[in-house]
């Protein structure tokens, strides 16, 4: 677009006290193309805006550059519609708010920010929102037809949607359908499991499609764009769909592993499955004999809650062994139910159904089991009864029911292994190694993606393809799949279905958002998307395998074939991409690259340093802004860039920087590690490994290595922005000018 | 501001929290209209009071400065702070909704510049920090508050101190003139999302809250943790802000007691394993005793209780705590109990004691509303032969903020299915 620039100074809120306008104007806008400069007391005011606005309808001015305030305040009055670039300069919360008035190191940083959102602007292209050559398909894939997924496919379809759903049984109803009883909310009393009634109302849905004894094949394409491959009785159907759910649930854990419990040792030692699968089909009884089962001691934490075993809890077992020792009671009312628990965990209103399975006679012990062993063709258990502080032992048992775990149905039995990457430490002697849950070649087939990182969802450590984010708890590593129910995290059964009405909404709302070109959270709205030009490939992989989203897949010749649909819009391809050939309209390589070189450099005589600090624009941005707002105070020397997200920075920057003179480079990040919290999920640490590698530039400049640093900061942590940044200028104090300024 | 234009195909969610920004948002951006009401001058809820979330011990404003983000550039939203619903008619597709705006005293003019705020000498309790410090009356009412506008205490109406908020306010933005007002929206799915109050500790009389200083809530204990808290952050005794050596955690304070709050409340578990952290990070000599009857670490959080229980200076006690007195002289809180598992008596002294309080949900009080089953608790029923009203997250059931955000994710698309069937 031909670009008509006008630039706006405030001279409110103290930035007219603090700075010379005049001279910010001439000296801040003087290297750019600028039509109109004009300065305003009040410019989010009604007058300002309406300013503003004359210039765009009288003048043509199509490119708006505001220099005052935050981009986080007064963002809706400064929106002139979707045909003007606005830029904003922050001259408040980072200058006039943070640093001296009057002073000439506080006039050069003014200057140098709007510089800098000068050079921004000159760099911005409107964008324009990807569209597919194909057809969009708003359908949405449920993959898994227990309570969850049956859930998630008729619930798409009362809002109007269609959905396909898979099921590998040749019948709908997973767990549900094997169950006496349900207890869910309000948790008074067990109701119907009612998986008839909901097989039911799929058949009678029109919008719902059902496959069963079918399997997923190939999931090909992207969100809006997927084609599938179903394998439906041995025969090959074909459907395209807009996104996914997966829930595919659960597998109890492997009672056979708890033999010390005696399971596989005495028959009638049953898992919690086994009860429920007894008592559905008609009486409970002892397997060993057939007769009827009066004393039942139920073992809670069955290989759960057990660094040995499932560490982690199930969530549901306390609750299933109260719903099943009332199937025993209701069967004999003499008969006695005994509960051996570590904590009993039933959570919110769920305390009324303990409080019920207490009042109605049940036994609970506090305790651990020690022994299971027979006599006189009975079982025993021996305990440690944590409130008798003794170990005691409960005989004349007819049934023992160990309340086993969850296991998510994507856990492998044994850990897969792949050919090791080149630089592996931990490879085999066939160069092989383990694949970490992390990553898309872990879990058991269910999906089969055709992406490049693996053909199903990364997991957390237990295999549960779970997000890792707390306020986000859809927010997967693979846009457009979302997992749903106990494949995501044990669950009981109101969980499951909120879980699963939730991850349906996400799924429709994917495929309205892609259709319009838009991206997906955390950038919902976004509609550039990363552009290559392919000319200048060198086929290195490094965008294909750093993308956290799995969006770029490769070609035979190993070009990267980009997925749009995919993308998040991080930004972390164009990052990683040494050729620099990874572009967003508003978000380059070079543009930023330009806004470093429009800082300006002082002399090393002036004794004027220049740090150059790069900032997630999510936390440490905002935390910057929030120390403003508290009129704390920081060096003047540092320039603040903000990046979508630090695994955007691209090494070339650091270069560039420090050849111009930049003495030094602070990069200000989200935490990262185990608990990370880049929403992108390793962009701060990716851009931490980057910079390790920025040495070999250092080297080649003979600079000194302490002139760039990484430095972790949460959106809270405003109060430590000036140590840190007065702590990275001592540094680069003692190191002193950069030998390169002026070159 | 009465100027709102919407059908029966938008959505009304009452409430402003983790719950209704979620429910909002995510029916937002699948293209539907929405207006979000919130009682409090700011967006966020609770969870912006809070310093961290558990399990990760990251700090809440992260993501909610991400949703205010997707607030900012999505046009389907409107959303209106210091507003309540004062009247629901009609039915499912088809709701009349009054809203209730209470003034602010200060206009969309401006600029957060904080010249009234250094004017005004009046001060207030500090309702953000649940009172435990004051406020000037004109004031911010957080750093991270979105919308970032100050706001102007009833109190300073008709004062010398008000019109020198006037007077100092460069920009015109202090109306001291501003009346409740109220507008009606049509809608045509109302998602319930007003959150909850922590129970009144006070009423479990024998732990002798609001009696003596020393002992506090949970929530409060979040706050005194916060960098922008009280006490920046520094946990200390309320009663004469020494540094905290000895501190205990009492669960289940009037939860899972039919004489109080008969359920659980879910989360109280976790968040004094959380606080447990807090201390233990600030104070490395300070000793924590945690009173509980079960500990409820649901799920793979049962890898956070694992850690809290490896740390040797954290000690678990299984007990309801019957009593605490308080000697005046010290401010040293003695509590006295029986040890389950024991069976010996407890008399303990600490420095400081955090009851662990459980949720009370808010319900909609709305006279002449269309009903919408509760239980007897007050918790809303989602009942699928009643649609049209839904309620999402603590409303329904006591829960952490993930599980909140799911059922709040599962609301937007209750809602989006009413509309649907018009």
């Given at each position: 677009?031909?670009?008509k ?25 003087e290297?750019?193309t ?7 007391p ?9 300013l ?67 050079s ?11 569209k ?9 894939l ?131 499955v ?56 209701e ?32 036994i ?25 502080g ?5 005989e ?5 029911v ?46 089969n ?131 620099r ?12 690259g ?24 999510n ?56 608990d ?54 001592e ?13 | ?14 409430g ?6 979620t ?21 966020g ?32 939203i409107?959303?209106?702070t ?38 005004c000498?009046v ?8 009172g435990?410090?004051k ?84 929530v ?18 309320p ?52 009173f ?20 040797e ?14 000697d ?54 989602n009942?699928?032969?009643?649609t ?35």
């Open positions: 677009m031909d670009k620039t006008a630039v706006y100074i405030c001279t409110g809120c103290g930035i007219g006290d603090a700075l010379d306008i005049e001279q910010l104007k001439e000296e801040g806008t290297d750019f600028i039509d109109i400069t004009r300065d305003h009040f410019l989010c005011g009604q007058e300002g805006v309406d503003i606005k004359q210039d765009i309808e009288g003048e043509g001015i199509n490119t708006v550059i505001i220099a005052a305030c935050s981009h986080r305040v007064n963002y809706d009055l400064f929106n002139f519609g979707q045909g003007v670039i606005v830029q904003r300069v922050n001259l408040r919360e980072q200058v006039a708010w943070s640093q001296p008035a009057g002073e000439e190191d506080t006039q050069m940083l003014a200057e140098d920010n709007l510089r800098i959102g000068c921004q602007a000159k760099d911005t292209e409107l964008p324009e929102p990807f597919a050559e194909e057809e969009y398909s708003k359908d949405i449920v993959v898994g037809g227990g309570l969850a997924g049956m859930t998630a496919a008729l619930e798409t379809a009362r809002a109007g949607y269609q959905a396909i759903l898979v099921e590998r049984e040749d019948r709908l109803g997973g767990f549900l359908g094997k169950m006496k009883k349900l207890i869910t909310l309000p948790y008074k009393e067990v109701s119907e499991p009612g998986a008839e009634e909901l097989i039911k109302a799929i058949e009678d849905e029109p919008k719902v499609k059902v496959y069963t004894s079918s399997t997923v094949e190939k999931i090909s394409g992207g969100p809006g764009l997927y084609t599938v491959e179903i394998k439906s009785n041995g025969n090959g159907v074909s459907e395209r769909v807009g996104a996914v759910v997966q829930a595919t649930g659960w597998v109890p854990y492997d009672a056979n592993k708890l033999g010390h419990l005696g399971y596989g040792k005495f028959k009638d030692v049953v898992t919690n086994e009860m429920e699968e007894m008592a559905a089909s008609g009486k409970i009884t002892r397997p060993s004999d057939g007769s009827d089962a009066k004393n039942v001691l139920f073992i809670q934490c069955a290989g759960s809650r057990d660094p040995e075993h499932l560490p982690y809890c199930s969530s549901a077992c306390c609750l299933v062994s109260m719903k099943q020792a009332g199937y025993v009671k069967q004999n009312p003499e008969a006695v139910n005994y509960i051996l628990y570590k904590d009993v965990r039933t959570v919110g209103q769920a305390e009324d159904f303990y409080r019920k399975a207490q009042n109605d006679g049940n609970f012990i506090r305790g651990e089991a020690a022994n299971v062993g027979e006599e006189g063709g009975k079982l025993f258990v021996e305990a440690d009864d944590e409130l008798l003794e170990r005691v032992k409960i004349d048992l007819d049934l023992v160990l309340a086993v775990g969850m296991v998510p149905a994507s856990k492998p039995d044994t850990t897969p292994r792949i050919k090791a990457p080149a630089d592996a430490e931990d490879a085999d002697e066939d160069g092989m190694i383990e694949v970490v849950p992390d990553s898309g070649f872990f879990a058991n087939s269910a999906l993606l055709d992406y490049r990182q693996g053909p199903e969802l990364p997991t957390l450590k237990y295999g549960f393809p779970d997000s890792h984010f707390i306020c986000f708890p859809y927010e997967t590593r693979r846009t457009g799949v979302y997992s749903a129910g106990c494949i995501r995290r044990p669950m009981e059964t109101a969980k499951a279905i909120d879980d699963a009405v939730g991850a349906a909404m996400k799924a429709i709302q994917c495929t309205e958002a892609t259709a319009e070109g838009k991206a997906v959270h955390p950038r919902a709205g976004d509609t550039t998307y990363p552009e290559f030009n392919m000319q200048r490939c060198t086929q290195c992989k490094r965008c294909t395998e750093e993308c956290p989203f799995g969006a770029i897949n490769e070609d035979e010749e190993a070009n990267p074939l980009p997925n749009p649909t995919r993308c998040r819009r991080c930004g972390v391809c164009m990052g990683a991409c040494p050729e050939i990874i572009s967003f309209k508003n978000y380059s390589v070079g543009m930023i330009n806004m470093i070189k429009s800082v300006h450099v002082p002399e090393e005589d002036e004794e004027k340093p220049r740090v150059l600090c790069l900032i997630c624009e936390d440490a941005l905002p935390a910057v802004d929030m120390a403003g707002i508290k009129r704390m105070k920081w060096s003047p020397y540092v320039r603040f860039i903000p990046m979508r997200c630090l695994g955007s920075m691209n090494l070339v920057w650091i270069a560039d920087s420090l050849s111009r003179g930049i003495d030094g480079i602070l990069l200000l990040g989200c935490r990262h590690g185990d990370y919290q880049c929403h992108f999920i390793k962009g701060s640490e990716l851009a931490e490994t980057r910079l390790s590698k920025v040495s070999e530039t250092l080297d080649r400049l003979a600079l000194e290595s302490e002139r760039v640093k990484f430095v972790e900061v949460g959106i809270t942590d405003y109060h430590k922005i000036p140590a840190i940044i007065d702590e990275f200028m540094t680069i104090d003692e190191v002193g000018p950069n030998p390169y300024k002026g070159w | 501001m009465a100027d709102v234009q919407t059908t029966n195909q938008s959505i009304l969610v009452v402003g929290g983790m719950s209704g920004i429910a909002a948002l995510e029916a937002a951006e699948a293209g539907y209209d929405v207006v979000l009401v919130e009682k409090n001058p700011y967006l809820g609770r969870v912006t009071q809070l310093y961290q979330y558990f399990p990760k011990l990251c700090p809440p404003n992260c993501g909610l400065e991400i949703n205010f983000r997707r607030m900012r550039q999505n046009p389907k409107r959303f209106f210091m507003a309540e619903v004062a009247g629901i008619s009609g039915q499912e597709g088809d709701y009349d909704v009054t809203i209730k705006l209470s003034p602010r005293y200060v206009n969309e003019k401006c600029t957060c510049c904080g010249k009234c705020a250094e004017v000498e001060e207030i309790d500090n309702p953000f920090n649940y435990m410090d406020i000037k009356a004109a004031y911010l009412p957080h750093e991270f508050a979105f919308p970032m506008r100050y706001v102007l205490d009833p109190c300073l109406v008709g004062t010398d101190e008000g019109k020198k908020c006037l007077e100092a306010c460069e920009y015109g933005a202090v109306d001291l003139d501003m009346e409740e007002a109220t507008f009606d929206l049509r809608v045509g799915a109302i998602v319930w999302a007003a959150g909850w109050d922590p129970y009144d500790a006070a009423k479990v009389d024998y732990y002798g809250y609001g009696e003596y200083e020393n002992v506090i809530t949970n409060m204990m979040e706050r005194l943790a916060s960098p922008n808290g009280p006490t920046e952050g520094k946990i200390v005794r009663s004469d802000g020494k540094e905290v050596k000895n501190i205990a955690f009492i669960q289940c304070a009037g939860s899972r007691d039919e004489n109080y709050l008969p359920y659980c409340s879910g989360i109280c578990c976790l968040a004094s394993l959380k606080q447990t952290t807090y201390v233990r990070e600030l104070y490395p000599d300070c000793d924590v005793t945690v509980f009857i079960d500990i409820r670490a649901l799920d793979r959080l049962e890898d956070f209780y694992t850690k809290v229980q490896e740390d200076k954290v000690t678990f006690i299984k007990s309801k705590i019957a009593n605490i007195t308080e005046e002289d010290t401010g040293d809180l003695l509590l006295e109990g029986e040890n389950t598992r024991t069976g010996e008596q407890i008399l303990m002294n600490f420095d400081l004691v955090v009851l662990a309080t459980g949720m009370v949900p808010n319900g909609i009080q709305v006279d002449g509303a269309p009903e919408v089953p509760c239980d007897e608790y007050g918790f809303l029923v009942d699928p032969e009643k049209g009203i839904y309620g999402v997250g603590c409303v329904r059931r006591p829960t952490d903020v993930a599980s909140s955000v799911q059922d709040a994710t599962a609301g937007a698309l209750k809602a989006i299915q009413s509309i649907a069937r018009r």
